[in-house]
């Protein structure tokens, strides 16, 4: 009769355990080494001579258009943003108010763009 086998050998976990123990030893030192070398450019002030020329408007909370501290009507904004977009090139600018509508200002950004105006800003807050 014989007998039943009873005991684990653990010499073949050991081995590969000691070698995956040098392959990290010898690997660890070239992980420190690779990096990217970065020449990072020094801070220049620079001062800007040109004055944008953006139209501003303001969206409230309740969902109205503001330019100029007066009240466009939604209606009337094709027309206005056109009239303004002639001498005002450099864009539209909006400042939405903290709890204003996002369909608000997508409203007014979509309005802009079929009229012609290509750069639009949003003031984020």
Do not use: W
């Not at 953006?54 to 056109?82: H, Q, R």
């Amino acid at each position: 009769m014989r007998e039943s086998f009873n005991e684990i050998n653990i010499t073949p976990l050991t081995d590969i355990f000691l070698v995956l123990l040098i392959i990290m030893m010898v690997i660890a030192p070239m992980m420190d080494q690779q990096g990217l070398k970065l020449i990072v450019p020094e801070a220049v002030q620079q001062q800007s001579t040109k004055e944008f020329k953006t139209i501003n408007f303001v969206v409230t909370e309740d969902g109205k258009y503001y330019l100029d501290n007066s009240e466009v009507a939604l209606e009337d904004l094709s027309t206005v943003i056109s009239d303004r977009a002639k001498t005002c090139p450099d864009g539209l600018f909006i400042s939405p108010e903290p709890n204003a509508e996002h369909g608000a200002v997508v409203k007014l950004i979509d309005v802009a763009r079929s009229v012609g105006v290509s750069s639009v800003s949003v003031q984020g807050g």
